[in-house]
């Protein structure tokens, strides 16, 4: 996907992201400019005969200008059931491992955004679920701080959807500063069942420029 397609995905995922409520107005956040992504590496893991991973270099994470929020872009997420699947895979599953640079700063995920592009027979259904997490660079191990966001769907449905949900912020200001060097991992699964062989149901990205979108809203805390 080249830059350009790149900026402009973005630039519509900051459209959805202006729609969202306002953060907390005690939010402060990094100055602009400051908070930067080092490293993506998107993880293949082996996927049964009913699933299909993402490429490497098929998905692209980036802080907002304003760093209220960090963009990720699956360019390579679909999956389908019935007559109508073609080569997709009943099971769609990504995940990626993130690093960032934000010398002082730690976030939590406020709440998310999906964009993409569901359709679904009579008959079928979808479930996408995102999971993330914190992984501690020096010992391997997850931090605290977990989250996941579900969402179910039902045919008959056939849409451009997006979804926001807002997480949990349990965490304790010591728990947040933790995660300042820390690894973020995040997958994406979506799974489609159909009640017979006849019907068929497909997810993938929208129809405005087939990429799937997913858009966490951060809320950020000074540490140090
Ligand atoms: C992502 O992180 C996990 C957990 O640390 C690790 O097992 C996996 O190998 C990493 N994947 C890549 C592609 O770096
Ligand atoms: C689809 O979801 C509905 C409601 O949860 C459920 O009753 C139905 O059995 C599901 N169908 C399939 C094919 O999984």
Redesign the pocket.
């Known amino acids: 996907m080249g830059y350009l397609f790149f900026t402009l995905i973005l630039v519509l995922l900051a459209t959805i992201a202006y729609a969202a409520p306002a953060p907390a107005a005690t939010t402060t956040r990094p100055p602009t400019g400051k908070a930067t992504i080092s490293t993506i590496?998107?993880?293949n893991p082996s996927v049964d005969t009913d699933g299909s991973g993402c490429r490497s270099g098929s998905v692209g994470v980036a802080f907002s200008s304003d760093n209220t929020y960090l963009t990720i872009i699956f360019d390579d997420f679909q999956a389908a059931i019935g007559p109508k699947a073609g080569d997709y895979k009943k099971r769609a599953f990504c995940r990626v491992?993130v690093t960032m640079i934000v010398p002082g700063w730690a976030f939590d995920v406020s709440s998310v955004d999906f964009r993409g592009y569901v359709n679904l027979a009579k008959g079928t259904n979808a479930s996408i679920v995102s999971r993330w997490k914190w992984?501690d660079l020096k010992s391997?191990l997850d931090m605290k701080g977990k989250g996941n966001i579900q969402k179910k769907i039902s045919g008959p449905f056939e849409d451009d959807f997006l979804l926001h949900k807002d997480g949990e912020l349990a965490d304790n200001e010591d728990s947040i500063c933790s995660k300042v060097s820390a690894?973020f991992?995040l997958s994406l699964s979506a799974s489609l069942d159909a009640s017979s062989t006849t019907v068929s149901g497909l997810v993938k990205g929208d129809s405005v420029d087939a990429a799937f979108g997913q858009l966490l809203n951060l809320n950020w805390k000074k540490c140090s």
Request: charged letters at 25%.
């Open positions: 590496a998107v993880d491992n992984i391997g690894k991992q």
